[in-house]
């Protein structure tokens, strides 16, 4: 199983970055994949995830309005959309998968699989 983000860049406040999560070798379809940040001295935290076939979503408060996540079973990717980028949400971006059936997961925990990070750095 790999899972690969890319996307990450700098960009002024206001800007938008379109995040990417290649996900290969996952043998069930039944994935949901998250996006998870992390800033210097700061935890991992869950930003959003979206369910194995795309029907279901989950968007935190923080990034509600600003930020979209899709995903594309055929094309074996998940997007991230991120408009309106604020200094705050500078972070390593990771995605990951989970087999867990009850969703949303939020939590670092209840991811099995996990790509490796991408900086998004915004400046004011």
């Known amino acids: 199983v790999q899972l690969q983000a890319s996307g990450g860049g700098m960009v002024q406040a206001g800007g938008s970055l379109r995040l990417s999560c290649r996900y290969s070798?996952?043998?069930?379809?039944?994935?949901?994949i998250g996006w998870f940040r992390q800033a210097p001295g700061k935890e991992r935290e869950g930003v959003s995830c979206?369910?194995?076939?795309?029907?279901?979503?989950y968007m935190r408060m923080s990034v509600q309005g600003r930020f979209t996540i899709s995903r594309s079973n055929a094309e074996i990717t998940a997007y991230l959309q991120m408009n309106t980028l604020e200094p705050e949400d500078t972070a390593i971006y990771y995605c990951?998968?989970?087999?867990?059936?009850?969703?949303?997961?939020?939590?670092?925990?209840?991811?099995?699989?996990w790509g490796q990070g991408t900086q998004v750095t915004v400046s004011s």
């Open positions: 990951a998968a989970t087999r867990m059936v009850n969703f949303p997961q939020t939590e670092p925990p209840a991811y099995n699989y």
């Open positions: 070798g996952l043998t069930l379809p039944y994935y949901a």
């Open positions: 979206i369910n194995y076939n795309g029907g279901g979503t």
